[in-house]
């Protein structure tokens, strides 16, 4: 495959899209542009030094226009947009673009068991959609598990530093793969830089394997104080996220997430499968969590 050079980032805005327009922006190698929709208030206030382009994302002729001479399309639109991404693949397979790589960023789908989670029915479409788009396009779906920082942040990963309060999930002991923002950037950036060795796949990528006690124990010691704690059983919760869902109550997605993240065997360790080496990734040991968490306590 030729090199890629031109790169349209569509979703630079939420969680995640900044960190990985600031890696695509940071590498010598690539030409960034974003793309927004034609009704967003980015395109009026685009951020310094950044080319961008609009369009409707209903209309493949219209996304097609805003692909031309690109070389790879990276998605990183939020969960409620995910039904878009069909027309995006269209649009880019119609405009010769090289490589896509889905909003997937998260957790191990390959796994049997988290797979059949209702909460990735449209990434696996996805992705079986561009499987069968081989031959006319390229993929890439970036597994990255939770984000580190972040969900340290927003109390994502069990362990609520604000209110020193920590919700265990069966024991608190399960392995998981977790990664921060900023290294989700680079491995893009790494994707992008190996076309050949990332094609056609998922590509696993981690910052460290942590388990919520040791981030416990982290946060404890960085805090100077003891957490109050909470035993959950995830089984509980993927059945009480599913009667959430029925009910119309979609906070039951995250319930369905650490399901898919923190039960045993179900995917949430893929530290055996990393592409760290290819995307230029370091994976922290013991003190370098204990930075990043002593960070984000402040």
């Known amino acids: 495959m030729s090199v890629i050079r031109r790169v349209i980032l569509v979703g630079a805005t939420g969680n995640l899209g900044p960190s990985i327009l600031k890696a695509l922006q940071a590498s010598s190698a690539l030409e960034t542009t974003i793309l927004t929709r034609e009704t967003s208030k980015t395109a009026q206030s685009p951020p310094p030094n950044t080319k961008v382009l609009t369009a409707d994302y209903t209309s493949v002729p219209s996304l097609a226009a805003a ?10 639109i939020a969960g409620a947009a995910l039904a878009d991404q069909q027309a995006l693949i269209d649009a880019a397979v119609q405009a010769g673009v090289k490589r896509f790589i ?12 988290s797979a059949k989670l209702s909460v990735f029915g449209g990434k696996l479409a996805t992705v079986d959609y561009l499987k069968k788009k081989e031959g006319e396009i390229t993929w890439s779906a970036l597994i990255n598990g939770p984000f580190f920082d972040w969900g340290l942040k927003a109390g994502f990963l069990g362990i609520d530093i604000s209110n020193k309060k920590a919700s265990l999930l069966d024991g608190g002991d399960t392995p998981f793969s977790t990664t921060n923002l900023s290294d989700i950037g680079q491995s893009v950036v790494g994707i992008l830089a190996h076309p050949e060795e990332t094609k056609n796949r998922y590509v696993f990528v981690q910052s460290a394997l942590a388990t919520q006690n040791k981030l416990l124990a982290a946060a404890e010691k960085a805090t100077g104080e003891k957490f109050a704690i ?14 959430k869902i029925a009910k119309g109550d979609f906070s039951g997605i995250v319930d369905l997430l650490k399901r898919g993240v923190w039960a045993e065997g179900w995917g949430g360790d893929y530290s055996d499968k990393l592409d760290n080496a290819i995307l230029g990734v370091k994976v922290l040991d013991d003190a370098g969590v204990e930075a990043v968490v002593k960070g984000v306590v402040g």
Do not use: H, M, Y
């Not at 889905?102 to 068991?113: A, I, L, Q, Y």
């Open 67 to 76: 692909f031309a001479g690109q070389d790879a399309v990276v998605s990183a």
């Open 102 to 113: 889905p909003s997937e960023f998260g957790s191990n789908v390959t796994n049997e068991k």
């Open 230 to 243: 909470e035993q959950r059983i995830t089984e509980d919760l993927e059945r009480e996220g599913n009667e």
